[in-house]
């Protein structure tokens, strides 16, 4: 069934994620790898370009997605239990608009292939931002999935009873994360590594108030009390050189603001990408923030702070 490209962002619900076990051979490739398969140099430049877009919120330039090609479906046959396939079919007879449909678990699982039915390479250069967005929005949702449900296989209970206790929401926490420390209406969770470190903190603070400017100053006082380096004049704080973004999101039919920049360590030369999702608890009066933060020197970031991301997902005030 053809998915015309407006309607395209309401097809894949974060929700949705199937938990059922699968008899397909595992996929190949790591998390965000998409293979291209289009025989027209001209197509296989523009949409490259448009999945290599750079990632917003990372301290250096990572593409939103690592892309190889293969030339026509004779090659795809090498590359069929690939994790993630993008497949051109320019055909001017049967296309009279560029479309996306997508299948899942076609030949592996998990898998996601997503055809671009288009009737030329003109018609994908008229409409390539639109194209663009809805690509690696399908294909980050569907990363996204994949992350949820291995999370929900390998959590851990006792973090959760924790978060809950300590700040009254409910988040699954990666079974993995394991070293906690707590604060007033706070608690920092870490796998504590040696090399590189992922944490999530959730915190509630008074007020409804979701302003970027509200959120971050929230954020610093918060984070200056709680997560201190060697000294009590190291603290970690956000990075306002660059500003962090926000956006709204509606996911299950919760309302939930994203923040989305980097952090410093005042004091210190440590930093790094973070990403927040908050929520209002009307009934208390209050904001309610989780968020996942990445310490990883010389290391590309984009997967580990995805792989941490896809547990904000999880937030949620029943109680």
């Not at 046959?77 to 055909?91: G, K, L, P, Q, T």
């Not at 970027?212 to 990075?239: A, F, H, P, Q």
């Not at 989780?290 to 997967?303: D, M, Q």
């Amino acid at each position: 069934m053809a998915v015309i490209l407006p309607l395209l962002l309401a097809l894949l619900s974060l929700a949705s994620c199937d938990d059922g076990m699968s008899l397909k051979p595992r996929s190949s490739g790591n998390p965000y790898d998409v293979v291209l398969v289009t025989s027209d140099a001209r197509v296989r430049s523009m949409i490259s370009r448009m999945m290599q877009t750079p990632l917003a919120g990372l301290p250096q330039d990572e593409s939103a997605f690592d892309v190889s090609h293969a030339a026509d479906a004779t090659s795809l046959e090498s590359s069929r239990y690939a994790r993630a396939i993008v497949v051109v079919d320019i055909d001017e007879a049967r296309h009279s608009a560029t479309r996306l449909r997508y299948e899942k678990d076609v030949y592996a699982s998990p898998q996601m292939i997503v055809y671009v039915e288009t009737p030329s390479a003109d018609s994908i250069a008229a409409h390539h931002g639109r194209i663009g967005r809805s690509l690696r929005s399908l294909l980050s949702r569907f990363e996204t999935n994949v992350a949820l449900r291995h999370l929900r296989k390998s959590h851990s209970p006792a973090r959760e009873k924790e978060v809950e206790k300590a700040v009254g929401c409910r988040l699954l926490i990666p079974s993995d994360i394991t070293k906690t420390k707590h604060g007033k209406r706070f608690i920092w969770l870490s796998d504590d590594g040696s090399v590189s470190m992922r944490n999530l903190c959730v915190y509630s603070a008074p007020g409804t108030d979701v302003s970027l400017e509200r959120m971050m100053s929230l954020r610093d006082s918060v984070m200056r009390v709680n997560i201190k380096g060697e000294t009590d004049s190291m603290y970690l704080t956000t990075e306002r050189r660059i500003a962090p973004t926000m956006k709204t999101l509606h996911v299950g039919g919760r309302t939930i603001v994203e923040m989305r920049g980097l952090w410093q360590m005042h004091g210190d030369i440590m930093g790094g990408p973070f990403v927040s999702h908050t929520m209002i608890d009307s009934l208390r009066g209050v904001t309610v923030t989780a968020e996942a933060f990445v310490y990883a020197p010389g290391e590309e970031k984009r997967n580990i702070i995805k792989r941490m991301e896809a547990a904000l997902y999880t937030l949620s005030l029943e109680r």
